[in-house]
């Protein structure tokens, strides 16, 4: 009987779920992701700032940079990943590639002095971008082949309910 936390015989889903069209979702996400930003920046997120404190200012220029570099190296992820979808590219020549592209670190907690001056819009669109980059990195490593590391909280949630469903299983 094969022991389910066995991970060297376990058969690696993830490039199944890559190749399942969950990329294309991703991938309309975070075009689409991108033109809104890209939007709100040149128009209503312009004048926003405009009205801003000087501290909030600064804030604005620094936090709308970091968004704007951190979602231009998720286009490049997800354009390379299209790439291999499609066949133009193969998967070794990707991965060469995606390691060129040096995601910016997201700060651990995001706030401080100024950042709830800023508009409520730009706040959504980094909270956004945190996610969308968050789901990158999960989509790449099922891609790659690997199991997405959990934090503790969730997977001792995963643990417990496994347990509870092969103790319930166990008693049929």
Same mark, same amino acid.
């Given at each position: 009987?094969?022991?389910?936390?066995?991970?060297?015989?376990?058969?690696?889903? &993830?490039?199944?779920?890559?190749?399942?069209?969950?990329?294309?979702?991703?991938?309309?996400?975070?075009?689409?992701?991108?033109?809104?930003?890209?939007?709100?920046?040149?128009?209503?997120?312009?004048?926003?700032?405009?009205? =801003?404190?000087?501290?909030?200012?600064?804030?604005?220029?620094?936090?709308?940079? #970091?968004?704007?570099? +951190?979602?231009?190296?998720?286009?490049?992820?997800?354009? =390379?990943? +299209?790439?291999?979808?499609?066949?133009?590219?193969?998967?070794?020549?990707? +991965?060469?590639?995606?390691?060129?592209?040096?995601?910016?670190?997201?700060?651990?907690?995001?706030?401080?002095?100024?950042?709830?001056? =800023?508009?409520?819009?730009? #706040?959504?669109?980094?909270?956004? &971008?945190?996610?969308?980059?968050?789901?990158?990195?999960?989509?790449?490593?099922?891609?790659?082949?690997?199991?997405?590391?959990?934090?503790?909280?969730?997977?001792? &949630?995963?643990?417990?309910?496994?347990?509870?469903?092969?103790?319930?299983? &166990?008693?049929?």
């Amino acid at each position: 009987m094969s022991n389910w936390n066995d991970t060297e015989t376990a058969i690696a889903i &993830g490039p199944r779920i890559v190749a399942s069209g969950g990329f294309d979702l991703l991938y309309r996400e975070g075009m689409s992701l991108i033109e809104e930003v890209a939007s709100y920046l040149d128009g209503d997120g312009r004048a926003e700032s405009r009205i =801003l404190s000087r501290e909030a200012s600064f804030i604005y220029a620094t936090e709308s940079m #970091r968004l704007t570099t +951190r979602l231009m190296q998720l286009a490049s992820w997800l354009l =390379l990943q +299209r790439a291999v979808n499609e066949g133009e590219i193969t998967k070794e020549n990707a +991965r060469s590639e995606k390691e060129k592209v040096k995601f910016s670190a997201t700060p651990s907690e995001r706030g401080g002095p100024g950042y709830d001056q =800023l508009p409520q819009t730009l #706040r959504d669109f980094i909270d956004k &971008g945190d996610r969308l980059f968050d789901r990158v990195m999960q989509f790449d490593t099922l891609e790659r082949g690997k199991m997405p590391v959990l934090d503790a909280g969730v997977a001792n &949630g995963i643990a417990d309910q496994l347990a509870r469903l092969k103790a319930a299983f &166990g008693r049929v």
